[in-house]
């Protein structure tokens, strides 16, 4: 059996009564006071989530940028240091290896912060296609990642707004960190890269300044909310960036792995294509439903804002309209559902 | 607003964690407080159809949390006379009153005689902590 890993917060979740789950090899808060709760202080207040299992490489060298440039999918031209960008690792035939964000550390050295359960792939795949001239580091252990999420997040820290996917050194009450305008949630807010001993002092410190608790439970409902796609759920090695609705991630004319398959798809219109849609009868839809037009759930969940079952799927070209009826296998049941717009939910000041 | 531990004596408890009171040649049935702390905030709640038949030890509707959903088990054979169409608009009812507001649906016995193997609460207290 394989023992779980813990993050330098574990003693807190535990502290303020977490329910603890394995999450690709570590052992996770899943939620504190409660889902509901969690996802509510984070649409509208500000909520923080312990992410210090997400992997974080470092690729640096005079030759680090071609390396990476050949390697995902976005342009890492249009970086600049502090700067960070979304970005896709990508295999031969154009399916997503890993979904990440880079960021631009110094003119040769990039951050890849990178999903927990793909660290060790991306770290083996973006090391075993090296060049000369840059060189790839697992740096995970060292560090702890914090994100605080939510329209209060920076009040609450006592920040100043910035533009989103940039970074800058910083401090919060005393503590050195990377401040990161990033996230999962759809709203405003940063996530904090602190070296792995001065967490739990951070983690004190962004709790004591009013920020809820909130797990991975959570975490979940609000991603899928905005649509934002999960890696082993809604994409994949199988999955190709252009039929998930990421086209706008890829440099199509720039040279990276899979890019002539991905510029064949987006010719040819992705055959079936990654859609959100809403429960418009009870009933909540799960990852492997199928859907009965053709097709299966990849996310699915209550949304709690909505008070509705919503979900992502693969469906044919044909049912990928907005307003289009589809129909969720649920269990032996078919329940209705339409076919919406992304994101799913919208913040109540974007109108 | 979740209901503080409680599995009052007048009730009868299945291994499942479902509760069921018995009345007569009645019975009303709901899950635990055991069973909703273990899912967390309910937000779905399937019931089974008017009149049909519940068979003891197999699943008659599901309850449903963000993160898990869950057959109920029932405790006891018979046939439906009642579902609670409050738990059905309001889940969380469910959370808030396991044993009161929050019951699930209301049976006809059709073997009465199944009372008798069910636990009394001291014993599903028993068996509770050994969860």
């Known amino acids: 059996m394989q023992t779980l890993l813990r993050t330098p917060l574990y003693e807190r979740h535990v502290a303020l009564g977490a329910r603890m789950v394995p999450f690709a090899g570590w052992e996770m808060p899943v939620q504190y006071e409660g889902v509901i709760p969690e996802h509510r202080a984070v649409r509208e207040d500000c909520g923080v989530f312990d992410v210090s299992h997400m992997g974080e490489l470092e690729v640096e060298g005079p030759k680090a940028h071609e390396h990476l440039q050949s390697l995902l999918s976005n342009d890492l031209d249009k970086v600049e240091v502090g700067g960070a960008q979304y970005t896709l690792l990508t295999n031969e035939t154009g399916g997503i290896v890993d979904d990440l964000?880079?960021?631009?550390l110094e003119p040769c050295r990039y951050l890849l912060v990178v999903n927990a359960s793909n660290r060790e792939a991306d770290f083996e795949w973006i090391r075993d296609r090296e060049?000369?001239?840059?060189?790839?580091?697992?740096?995970?252990?060292r560090y702890a990642l914090l994100a605080v999420q939510g329209p209060r997040s920076l009040e609450r820290l006592g920040l100043d707004d910035a533009p989103a996917f940039t970074w800058a050194m910083g401090e919060l009450d005393g503590i050195e960190c990377m401040i990161n305008r990033t996230g999962y949630t759809g709203e405003k807010g940063v996530e904090l890269m602190v070296m792995e001993e001065d967490a739990p002092g951070l983690w004190d410190a962004v709790v004591a300044r009013g920020a809820t608790p909130a797990g991975l439970g959570a975490r979940d409902t609000l991603r899928l909310e905005v649509c934002y796609p999960l890696h082993g759920n809604d994409i994949g090695p199988d999955t190709d960036a252009i039929s998930a609705g990421l086209g706008w991630t890829c440099a199509l004319d720039k040279d990276f792995t899979g890019v002539v398959e991905l510029?064949?798809?987006?010719a040819e219109g992705p055959a079936r294509k990654l859609v959100a849609f809403v429960m418009t009868e009870s009933g909540i839809p799960r990852q492997g439903m199928p859907i009965v037009e053709g097709g299966e759930v990849t996310s699915g969940s209550h949304s709690?804002?909505?008070d509705k079952g919503i979900g992502m799927g693969y469906v044919d070209a044909a049912y990928t309209e907005p307003g289009t009826n589809v129909t969720i296998d649920v269990r032996g049941r078919e329940r209705h559902a339409e076919v919406v717009k992304k994101p799913i939910y919208h913040h109540p000041e974007e109108g | 607003m979740a209901a503080a531990e409680s599995y009052p004596d007048e009730l009868r408890y299945h291994s499942e964690h479902d509760w069921a009171r018995v009345e007569g040649?009645?019975?009303?049935?709901?899950?635990?407080?055991?069973?909703?702390?273990?899912?967390?905030?309910?937000?779905h709640y399937e019931p089974p159809e008017d009149g049909s038949d519940l068979a003891r030890g197999a699943p008659y509707g599901e309850v449903e949390s963000v993160k898990a959903v869950s057959d109920v088990i029932a405790p006891l054979s018979g046939t439906i006379v009642a579902v609670n169409t409050k738990v059905v608009d309001e889940p969380e009812t469910v959370n808030a009153d396991p044993y009161g507001e929050g019951w699930l649906v209301r049976i006809k016995l059709s073997t009465p005689s199944e009372v008798e193997e069910l636990m009394d609460a001291e014993k599903y207290k028993a068996f509770v902590a050994e969860q």
């Open chain 1, 263 to 266: 510029r064949r798809v987006k």
């Open chain 1, 304 to 306: 709690p804002m909505l």
């Open chain 1, 131 to 141: 060049i000369r001239g840059s060189d790839t580091r697992d740096a995970s252990d």
């Open chain 2, 25 to 43: 040649d009645e019975a009303t049935l709901g899950i635990t407080w055991y069973a909703q702390d273990a899912l967390g905030e309910l937000v």
């Open chain 1, 101 to 104: 964000i880079v960021y631009r």
